[in-house]
């Protein structure tokens, strides 16, 4: 391990990504972000079937059925690096799952967040279920110190999208949710933070809207996977701009 918690890092375009774990590297970031967006790992309903309760989304040999996907980080121990990392008024999105939203409510409130709104993500397609078939995730609206409105006060509290995967990763989530909440809670060339980066949607999305990120992964694959997207993103804005300026 690197003495300063960062095993690596490189910068695409407006994107900082860093390999390492995030309860060791955010203490060390020295600009605080404007915005986090981020979907943590959390622990997934266990005992039955593995297929039924995930709806097929997840192979045997990834989810054991013990309920862990990944790496978890407690909710209680990852509210606060986060807060500290934030400026001194900031929003802050946090996706989980209906069986983890009191668990996350508790350690994100407990941390100094106040708690503005629900938001569902109603996928459209469902998740197959023994008690009511699952389409919706959710997604935890906080604030840090002065609430601020949204750039969008149109929006309404369900954003509905059949993403299609574009990745291996097993909980990818669409680069177009992530945008949504980017560009309703900053502004162009502010800050974006994603502790638990995973497949890289927030830095793609960061990319296609025009603001900055730092994106942070404890797994190399998915590391490699976020450069490879933000990579492609960079390289389709620049010749998008080319294209546009030359018309």
Known sequence: MNPNGILKEVTIGPCRIILGDCLEVLPLLREKA?????DPPYLLTSGGNAVEVMGGLFS????TNDGELM????????????????KDSAD????TNDKNLFAAHGGFTGAGFQFHNLLPWDKIRATRNRWYMKHNEFTLYLWKGNAQRINNCGSMQTFKLNAPRETSHPTEKPVQLMAHY??????LGELVLDPFMGSGS????CVETGRRGIGIEKKPEFFKMTC?????AV?????RTQREGAA
Do not use: K
Request: charged share 20%; aromatic share 10%; hydrophobic share 40%.
């Open 235 to 239: 390289g389709f804005l620049e010749s």
């Open 34 to 38: 404007d915005l986090a967006v981020s």
């Open 71 to 86: 790496d978890i980080v407690p909710w209680d121990q990852m509210g606060g690096p986060i807060y500290r990392a934030l």
């Open 202 to 205: 927030t830095m793609v999305a």
């Open 92 to 95: 802050c999105y946090i996706m």
């Open 60 to 63: 045997h040999s990834e989810y």
């Open 182 to 187: 980017i560009e309703n809670s900053s502004h």
């Open 228 to 232: 490879e997207r933000v990579r492609r």
